[in-house]
């Protein structure tokens, strides 16, 4: 039951902090949003100016952009790094009877919901006003979506834990974390679906982990994968998680060695 | 006016200091100012890969705009940006307090205190494949189209620091939101794409994007040589309005303005 508790305690901060997580909001549709202006001012009167790439699809691939960035982009590292290792919080995560990764992810899951939710309501304003928006209609191909999503979830979120930690080495982390923004726009799908890239950058794309938080899920939903696709996919998804959860425990029992109670 | 060149310049030498403090994360600034810029020319290569123009736009003069954008947006965070990004956190502070007992215009000290010379890099870099891909590409651009339109830039700039200042005014009531220069920065995105994409009939309703946009777009139409006077004009008025209104909704804000104590 403690951590139902603390999900609801976060919670209640997450609803104290509602305008900021809306500008957050804000900051993850714009991107998607000046993309689909630009494709559907092109294919405005045009059926499809690239084969398979219409009007719907492109309205639905933004808008399940978007609302995947919010419930599934985790942003973790920048906490870690600042509150619990630069000013030393994490002596008190370290005294509690829950493993910290535990107790970070309770804290991450009530933003990414609350962000969601944001990215919901947004996303069916923006139907009403776009009017064509497809998903799959297949009971089956939904529910391994969502298992895909809610594993993206996961992959997003150790991966940012192990950036987090990287600031007991690096002080100034954020040139890292903004290298790791720009690969994820370019390889994860934000600009176009992979599947439009030039071939060596899906090649490459396919075989990052970046793919398989955002991009996967998305054409999951769009019904854009068969189920075997979707198998071999989740398999992709599970080879990442536990080469992070892998990464993670390394990474935490070196980091506890060097962290020093008052900071680095 | 020469007492405010000579605080300048000040400036100048201490954010000149104060650039290698960290050197790792010199380094690290450097490499992700120059992907940012790369990056955005590489999305819109991308981006028009299987198509070959659109809103009046030819694929190579759309690639020359995301390639002239990271100057432009370059020059105004090495000037700027990271000035505004401030505000926020200085007024949740109260740290404001400081800066309005100062002798000097809270605006000037507010919007040029700091100079973000990581973006000089980026502005060389980007600089770099725009003369090559002028050269490659072979357009029609003349000395006179190149003056004018880098002094439209600078009209167009003023557009970009009025909202950017205008928006971040807004922590005065919304003191919390230190979040709005991530925002900034977003919208900042919108500069990469044509402005007549905003007033296409399809997307209208999100025409607001235009006053950045056309704040690149026009110069870039000068430099194309297929801008009309009266889009000049449209610049100018924008720019000069723009302008006027974030330094009345500054100084309307301010009376509102309370200290992080009261």
Redesign the interface.
Same mark, same amino acid.
Request: aromatic share 20%; with cysteine; proline share 3%.
């Given at each position: 039951m403690k951590p139902i508790r603390m999900f609801l305690l976060t919670f209640q901060r997450v609803i104290e902090q509602r305008g900021r997580i809306f500008v957050w909001f804000l900051v993850s549709l714009i991107n998607p949003l000046l993309l689909l202006l630009f494709w559907r001012g092109i294919s405005a009167g045009h059926q499809s100016v690239i084969t398979g790439w219409t009007v719907s699809t492109i309205t639905s691939y933004y808008l399940l952009l978007t609302m995947a960035d919010s419930f599934l982009t985790s942003h973790i590292e920048e906490d870690i790094s600042r509150e619990d290792i630069l000013k030393g919080d994490l002596s008190i995560y370290l005294m509690r009877p829950f493993p910290y990764f535990l107790m970070k992810f309770i804290q991450e899951l009530p933003y990414r919901l609350f962000q969601g939710i944001f990215a919901v309501c947004a996303g069916f304003i923006l139907y009403l006003f776009f009017g064509s928006f497809t998903i799959s209609s297949t009971w089956y191909v939904l529910i391994f979506a969502v298992c895909l999503a809610i594993t993206g979830f996961m992959i997003s979120f150790t991966f940012k834990m192990i950036l987090g930690l990287i600031a007991l080495w690096i002080k100034e982390p954020d040139g890292i974390y903004q290298f790791f923004i720009i690969v994820n726009l370019v390889v994860g799908g934000y600009v176009v679906p992979l599947y439009l890239m030039p071939s060596w950058l899906s090649f490459i794309a396919y075989f990052l982990p970046f793919s398989y938080v955002i991009y996967f899920p998305v054409i999951a939903f769009q019904g854009k994968l068969t189920v075997i696709e979707m198998f071999f996919t989740f398999a992709g998804q599970l080879i990442w998680l536990l080469l992070f959860v892998g990464l993670y425990k390394l990474i935490l029992k070196n980091a506890l060695k060097k962290f020093t109670a008052i900071g680095i | 006016m020469k007492r405010y060149l000579r605080i300048y310049l000040s400036f100048i030498k201490i954010n000149f200091t104060l650039l290698f403090t960290?050197r790792?994360?010199f380094?690290?600034?450097i490499?992700?100012t120059v992907?940012?810029g790369i990056?955005g020319i590489?999305?819109m290569y991308?981006?028009t890969?299987?198509?070959s123009g659109?809103?009046g736009w030819s694929r190579n003069e759309l690639i020359l705009l995301a390639g002239i954008y990271p100057i432009f947006a370059g020059t105004f965070y090495l000037l700027c940006a990271s000035n505004i990004g401030r505000i926020p956190d200085i007024v949740h502070r109260g740290d404001l307090d400081l800066i309005l007992t100062k002798p000097i215009d809270s605006q000037f000290i507010l919007s040029f205190r700091f100079i973000d010379f990581m973006q000089v890099v980026r502005i060389c870099v980007c600089l770099g494949f725009v003369i090559f891909f002028v050269h490659a590409v072979s357009f029609p651009f003349t000395v006179m189209s190149v003056i004018v339109s880098m002094l439209l830039m600078i009209i167009g700039m003023c557009i970009i620091y009025s909202v950017w200042f205008g928006v971040v005014t807004l922590s005065v009531w !919304?003191t919390?939101?230190?979040?709005?220069r991530?925002?900034l920065y977003?919208?900042m995105?919108?500069l990469?794409?044509p402005s007549n994409?905003?007033l296409?009939?399809?997307?209208f309703?999100?025409a607001f !994007?235009i006053f950045f946009s056309l704040s690149i777009t026009i110069p870039i139409r000068v430099l194309l040589q297929k801008a009309n006077w009266w889009e000049i004009g449209v610049l100018f008025v924008v720019a000069s309005g723009s302008i006027l209104l974030s330094r009345i909704f500054w100084k309307f804000a301010l009376r509102f303005y309370t200290s992080a104590s009261s």
């Amino acid at each position: 039951m403690k951590p139902i508790r603390m999900f609801l305690l976060t919670f209640q901060r997450v609803i104290e902090q509602r305008g900021r997580i809306f500008v957050w909001f804000l900051v993850s549709l714009i991107n998607p949003l000046l993309l689909l202006l630009f494709w559907r001012g092109i294919s405005a009167g045009h059926q499809s100016v690239i084969t398979g790439w219409t009007v719907s699809t492109i309205t639905s691939y933004y808008l399940l952009l978007t609302m995947a960035d919010s419930f599934l982009t985790s942003h973790i590292e920048e906490d870690i790094s600042r509150e619990d290792i630069l000013k030393g919080d994490l002596s008190i995560y370290l005294m509690r009877p829950f493993p910290y990764f535990l107790m970070k992810f309770i804290q991450e899951l009530p933003y990414r919901l609350f962000q969601g939710i944001f990215a919901v309501c947004a996303g069916f304003i923006l139907y009403l006003f776009f009017g064509s928006f497809t998903i799959s209609s297949t009971w089956y191909v939904l529910i391994f979506a969502v298992c895909l999503a809610i594993t993206g979830f996961m992959i997003s979120f150790t991966f940012k834990m192990i950036l987090g930690l990287i600031a007991l080495w690096i002080k100034e982390p954020d040139g890292i974390y903004q290298f790791f923004i720009i690969v994820n726009l370019v390889v994860g799908g934000y600009v176009v679906p992979l599947y439009l890239m030039p071939s060596w950058l899906s090649f490459i794309a396919y075989f990052l982990p970046f793919s398989y938080v955002i991009y996967f899920p998305v054409i999951a939903f769009q019904g854009k994968l068969t189920v075997i696709e979707m198998f071999f996919t989740f398999a992709g998804q599970l080879i990442w998680l536990l080469l992070f959860v892998g990464l993670y425990k390394l990474i935490l029992k070196n980091a506890l060695k060097k962290f020093t109670a008052i900071g680095i | 006016m020469k007492r405010y060149l000579r605080i300048y310049l000040s400036f100048i030498k201490i954010n000149f200091t104060l650039l290698f403090t960290y050197r790792a994360s010199f380094f690290l600034t450097i490499l992700y100012t120059v992907f940012w810029g790369i990056i955005g020319i590489f999305n819109m290569y991308v981006l028009t890969l299987r198509i070959s123009g659109a809103y009046g736009w030819s694929r190579n003069e759309l690639i020359l705009l995301a390639g002239i954008y990271p100057i432009f947006a370059g020059t105004f965070y090495l000037l700027c940006a990271s000035n505004i990004g401030r505000i926020p956190d200085i007024v949740h502070r109260g740290d404001l307090d400081l800066i309005l007992t100062k002798p000097i215009d809270s605006q000037f000290i507010l919007s040029f205190r700091f100079i973000d010379f990581m973006q000089v890099v980026r502005i060389c870099v980007c600089l770099g494949f725009v003369i090559f891909f002028v050269h490659a590409v072979s357009f029609p651009f003349t000395v006179m189209s190149v003056i004018v339109s880098m002094l439209l830039m600078i009209i167009g700039m003023c557009i970009i620091y009025s909202v950017w200042f205008g928006v971040v005014t807004l922590s005065v009531w !919304f003191t919390n939101l230190s979040n709005l220069r991530d925002l900034l920065y977003i919208f900042m995105g919108s500069l990469r794409y044509p402005s007549n994409m905003f007033l296409n009939k399809t997307n209208f309703f999100f025409a607001f !994007f235009i006053f950045f946009s056309l704040s690149i777009t026009i110069p870039i139409r000068v430099l194309l040589q297929k801008a009309n006077w009266w889009e000049i004009g449209v610049l100018f008025v924008v720019a000069s309005g723009s302008i006027l209104l974030s330094r009345i909704f500054w100084k309307f804000a301010l009376r509102f303005y309370t200290s992080a104590s009261s």
